[in-house]
């Protein structure tokens, strides 16, 4: 079975600095990678994926991701946040053959101070 | 991008009560929809996978008969939580798969369920 490990549960960090939400899963096949972004009391939105191709995804708000796969690694990277970039982020990962099925890490809360 | 909607967004309910919510994907055809449990401050737990036409699958752990799940057509997929009880109370989020290879998910804005 696949699982997602996001080192952080909670990120501070000033306006305009930039920001680094790590994630590493483990799974014995080849995987989809994800990012979501919740704002409170709200579903979740695709910030980004990784299908296949080029390791350095870019998603929406300036947001990007890369994939590592030596190390299982889908890191997200913001060069410059916002008081609007405040909200919990979560790393998910899917089995190709598996009907899409998203296994979720345990998410990290980015407080964006001003 | 596809919207999904859930309704209702809040829903306070007695104890003993049955509570249903509604996933419908506005604008695509889901055969597949996946119905999640957050509980605050907490990463999503799938409960259930539903698909149109057929039995959903659970998770292990989630109660069948408590978590009753039926998706009777392409749009639209439901969530009733039967004799609700206050450890009930979560946030439920319900996602729709578009079609395509990759089937890309699509959440709904979820349906926070206080039972007293």
């Known amino acids: 079975a696949q699982s997602v490990t996001q080192l952080d549960s909670q990120v501070p960090v000033f306006e305009e600095a930039p920001v680094e939400l790590r994630c590493n899963y483990s799974?014995?096949?080849?995987?989809?990678l994800f990012w979501y972004v919740q704002y409170p009391n709200q579903g979740l939105q695709l910030l980004l994926k990784?299908?296949?191709?080029?390791?350095l995804v870019k998603g929406i708000n300036g947001f990007e991701a890369e994939f590592n796969k030596s190390q299982t690694s889908f890191h997200l990277r913001k060069p410059s946040v916002h008081i609007s970039d405040t909200a919990e982020y979560f790393c998910?990962?899917?089995?190709?053959?598996?009907?899409?099925?998203?296994?979720f890490g345990g998410g990290t809360r980015v407080l964006v101070k001003p | 991008g596809a919207v999904v909607s859930q309704h209702p967004s809040w829903v306070i309910c007695k104890s003993g009560t049955s509570v249903k919510i509604e996933c419908r994907s506005l604008?695509?055809?889901?055969?597949?929809m996946f119905w999640y449990r957050q509980f605050p401050k907490q990463s999503l737990m799938l409960m259930a996978t539903?698909?149109?036409?057929?039995?959903?699958?659970?998770e292990q752990g989630v109660e069948k008969d408590k978590f009753l799940i039926n998706h009777a057509s392409l749009t639209l997929s439901t969530l009733t939580v039967t004799s609700a009880h206050p450890e009930d109370s979560s946030f439920y989020i319900c996602?729709?798969?578009?079609?395509?290879?990759?089937?890309?998910?699509?959440f709904g804005e979820g349906s926070r369920l206080t039972v007293l």
């Open positions: 996602s729709a798969r578009g079609t395509g290879e990759t089937g890309e998910l699509f």
């Open positions: 799974s014995s096949v080849s995987v989809y």
């Open positions: 990784y299908l296949s191709g080029s390791t």
């Open positions: 998910a990962v899917s089995i190709k053959a598996a009907g899409n099925k998203l296994t």
């Open positions: 604008d695509f055809q889901a055969t597949t």
């Open positions: 539903s698909n149109e036409g057929s039995k959903a699958t659970y």
